[in-house]
């Protein structure tokens, strides 16, 4: 017998499933926000060197004390890293009138430009030039929180269930986000943002995999737009949050504000049957599985969900017992299926923040950016909704990632001074490449077992933060060769598309419930 016989007599997507998506929407939004915090929180505003030190200008106004103490840069702005050790008056004359005056580091500190934001990180502790290292760490210092928290939470989430597991994260997540908001210091910030980082991140693989297991096998492809969705609607709102709150304290506040609403409406929040049932808690899928049944009109069924017959879904495995991350290489098919998969979300993210970091020459401030990123992926989503049942979900990865690659490859080819053609190409390969995000997380749900699929999000969400700490280093790679970034990330979409290609298709297929249903291609067989 399969959970999915279950589900279609208690209705696989009614009132039930559709509170499930509504509650891990909830949640879900403040995910983008914290992914993309930096780009405003650590953003660098203009800046110079405080000049203070240099004494009493006289009459001389703002604008005329920074062309005598201030060298310029060849673009004509002023240094934002060096000052004259002397105050040059001949420049108020011909400011052009170059010489070899002597400049040293700024002495006292910098003067920043508000007019943008009230206050970032950068401001705070002065993160510029040769300190601004520290700046660019503290992204990856928040991504490899979320690499060890996607292990972390996909273990202990198969090990004692999503639902006290997503509470956990969304509790722990908030008060370190929260506390980081308040920091003192740059390590006390960078600290927090880690531990921020390592939790939000069980909202990510818990949320999904929960809204999964209580749908059909026809509603699945929708929770996984819905899931998508949740994402850019975070994206687009997010822009707008940050143009109104410029302080970087309560902007942090601000997007980690509605995991209060979260917390207080996980009382409603069912942990997963199939969980239960494959973990051998019977009593308690049983409760569940008639909530579901009595909420979505089907009570003529609840007679039908006895124990003795919910324990013939999982005959061939010993109930209760403990799976690990070993588990995923301990049989052949399965370290195969690690293998394929961990190699394709390490593709797809790459890819992914590759083009987003790399999308310059829109010619529109840095809110506007934001927001026309996040609604970029909504068309892209909404066509991968009606292409995994049109041509399945392997086709639509390797369709989407391939096209990735085209698009990379144009832009190798396309002349510099073509910009606004350049601009177009990049949009468009964000798009495909958000379709592919968005097309692998229900494909690899569906791939997995029940007993181990928290493990297998866990290790594919971990193989994807590293291609986005991978990601920053590729577009660094300009230096050896200006188009070699573009070569890298279009070689990654190309390999991505080919892994893609391996994978069984599990369009209109039951999701497989054990390890030996792996071994034995159980997940292979029709509904």
């Not at 709102?237 to 506040?253: G, K, P, Q």
């Not at 993210?349 to 934001?370: E, V």
């Not at 990735?404 to 144009?410: E, Y």
């Not at 350049?422 to 949009?427: D, N």
Request: proline letters at 3%; one cysteine or more.
């Amino acid at each position: 017998m399969k959970f999915e016989n279950v589900l279609d007599d208690i209705n696989g997507f009614g009132k039930f499933q559709i509170m499930i998506i509504v509650l891990s929407f909830l949640g879900r939004f403040t995910l983008p926000c914290h992914f993309m915090l930096n780009n405003f929180v650590a953003a660098t505003p203009a800046h110079h060197c405080d000049i203070s030190s240099l004494g009493d200008f006289l009459n001389l106004s703002q604008a005329e004390r920074i062309i005598v103490s201030v060298p310029v840069e060849t673009d004509g702005s002023p240094s934002s890293c060096w000052m004259f050790a002397k105050p040059q008056y001949h420049l108020l004359l011909n400011s052009s009138d170059v010489i070899d005056a002597p400049t040293e580091p700024c002495q006292n500190g910098w003067v920043y430009d508000n007019t943008t934001f009230k206050s970032t990180i950068t401001s705070e502790w002065d993160l510029v030039c040769d300190r601004r290292g520290k700046n660019k760490a503290t992204t990856t210092i928040f991504f490899v929180g979320v690499m060890f928290g996607a292990i972390s939470f996909g273990s202990l989430s198969d090990r004692f269930g999503r639902r006290i597991m997503l509470l956990v994260s969304y509790v722990s997540s908030m008060l370190f986000a929260v506390a980081s908001a308040f920091s003192t210091t740059y390590v006390m910030f960078a600290v927090l943002r880690f531990f921020t980082g390592f939790c939000i991140t069980g909202i990510v693989i818990v949320s999904v995999t929960l809204s999964l297991e209580w749908v059909d096998i026809e509603h699945r492809k929708l929770v996984g737009l819905i899931d998508g969705l949740s994402w850019s609607f975070g994206n687009i709102v997010f822009s707008a949050i940050a143009y109104f709150v410029t302080d970087w304290r309560w902007l942090i506040v601000s997007v980690t504000s509605p995991l209060i609403l979260s917390i207080i409406t996980w009382r409603w929040m069912p942990d997963s049957a199939r969980w239960l049932i494959a973990s051998g808690k019977l009593e308690q899928a049983q409760m569940y599985l008639k909530k579901c049944a009595k909420m979505n009109r089907r009570e003529d069924f609840i007679h039908t969900l006895k124990e003795e017959t919910l324990s013939t879904i999982v005959v061939r495995e010993t109930k209760g017992r403990t799976y690990t991350y070993l588990d995923l290489i301990r049989t052949p098919k399965m370290r195969k299926l690690a293998l394929q998969t961990g190699v394709l979300w390490f593709c797809v993210a790459t890819t992914f923040y590759g083009i987003s970091f790399n999308i310059t020459g829109l010619g529109i401030n840095m809110y506007l950016t934001q927001f026309t990123f996040g609604l970029i992926e909504v068309p892209s989503k909404v066509s991968v909704y009606f292409l995994l049942d049109k041509i399945g979900r392997r086709n639509t990865e390797m369709g989407a990632l391939l096209l990735v690659a085209l698009c990379l490859g144009i832009n190798i080819v396309i002349p510099k001074d073509m910009s606004v053609v350049r601009t177009v190409v990049a949009i468009v390969g964000k798009g495909f490449s958000s379709a592919s995000f968005g097309t692998v997380v229900l494909y690899s749900s569906e791939l997995y077992p029940t007993v181990v699929r928290q493990n297998g999000m866990g290790y594919n969400s971990f193989m994807a933060r590293l291609g986005v700490a991978v990601s920053p280093l590729i577009l660094l790679l300009d230096d050896v060769w200006k188009e070699l970034p573009q070569v890298v990330l279009c070689s990654t979409a190309v390999l991505g598309g080919l892994v893609a290609r391996t994978l069984a298709e599990t369009r209109n297929k039951c999701l497989p419930e054990t390890i030996e249903d792996i071994e034995e291609k159980k997940p292979h067989q029709n509904k």
